[in-house]
């Protein structure tokens, strides 16, 4: 169980930031607070409040853990990054504040995947919902893609480099991100999530044989925006099924998103 000074100080807060905490009536702004990595953790900036992660459960789920700001323990210890490791996990670097208490808090998973002459990784976002005494729900309120990174080899002989004009990798682009938006639904602030994709050269695509294309010419040598994967969806949380859902389906981005 967190101590009292810690649930003490998440109720002093929700009683004093006035619209900030309550979520009702300050600006959609005043309800998402950044975080700052810091040696205790990711921090509010007035160091009032900090965001760690726990150790994995039996079943490999990490959580959110919000606390009063102070050295942090063993239960709430982020994971170390291991640069030889697969998958590593972020606090998200941000805090949205729930009508009543609580919060939402958020873990970044990044995977990564090498290649022969290439590589990727993606991003995957997991929104929990934090009661008042800074403990976590046991499963995420929203999991949705936020990043990727893929560099695919497009050349493997002399042939190929001239084709390619010296342009020698697919590259392919993905990032988004989720912002606080006017309006409640179950007592949730209402969510938007904006992402943006793009591949490299124009005309690259990871279902298709990049050897197969016409010759690149210079005009090809650019980013091209996928519209498709590009999009603006409104969150709102739906309490029958305990998630936010999206106001139409999100695109399947996997090209870019799945290393």
């Known amino acids: 169980m967190p101590s009292l000074p810690i649930v003490a100080l998440l109720a002093a807060q929700a009683m004093t930031a ?3 905490m309550a979520g009702a009536e300050g600006e959609p702004g005043d309800r998402l607070l950044p975080l700052t990595a810091t040696a205790k953790g990711s921090c509010t900036r007035d160091g009032r409040l900090c965001v760690s992660l726990t150790e994995p459960d039996e079943t490999g789920t990490v959580r959110p853990v919000v606390g009063a700001a102070g ?5 709430a210890r982020a994971p170390e990054d291991d640069s030889a490791s697969a998958e590593t996990h972020a606090v998200w670097p941000a805090l949205v504040t729930l009508e009543g208490g609580g919060f939402l808090a958020g873990i970044e998973t990044r995977t990564r995947t090498s290649y022969s ?3 990727g990784s993606g991003t ?15 499963g995420p309120v929203l999991e ?13 002989d002399e042939r190929d480099l001239r084709r390619r004009r010296g342009a020698c990798h697919d590259e392919y682009g993905f990032s988004a991100r989720i912002a606080v938006a006017p309006g409640t639904a179950a007592g949730h602030p209402v969510l938007t999530y904006a992402s ?8 690259a695509s990871r279902s298709g044989d990049s050897n197969r294309m ?3 010419r210079k005009e090809d040598l650019v980013r091209q925006r996928d519209a498709a994967c590009s ?15 999206p106001d139409r389906p999100l695109p399947d981005c996997s090209d870019y998103t799945v290393p």
């Open 18 to 20: 006035g619209p900030t």
């Open 71 to 75: 050295p942090p323990t063993a239960a």
């Open 117 to 119: 002459g290439g590589g």
């Open 124 to 138: 995957d976002l997991r929104l929990f919902r934090i009661a008042p005494d800074g403990t976590a729900a046991a």
């Open 144 to 156: 949705v893609p936020v990043g990727g990174s893929l560099l695919i080899r497009a050349c493997f």
């Open 196 to 203: 943006e994709a793009w591949g490299f050269p124009r005309g």
């Open 214 to 216: 016409p010759p690149l």
């Open 231 to 245: 999009v603006t969806r409104r969150l709102r949380f739906d309490a029958a099924a305990g998630a936010y859902r």
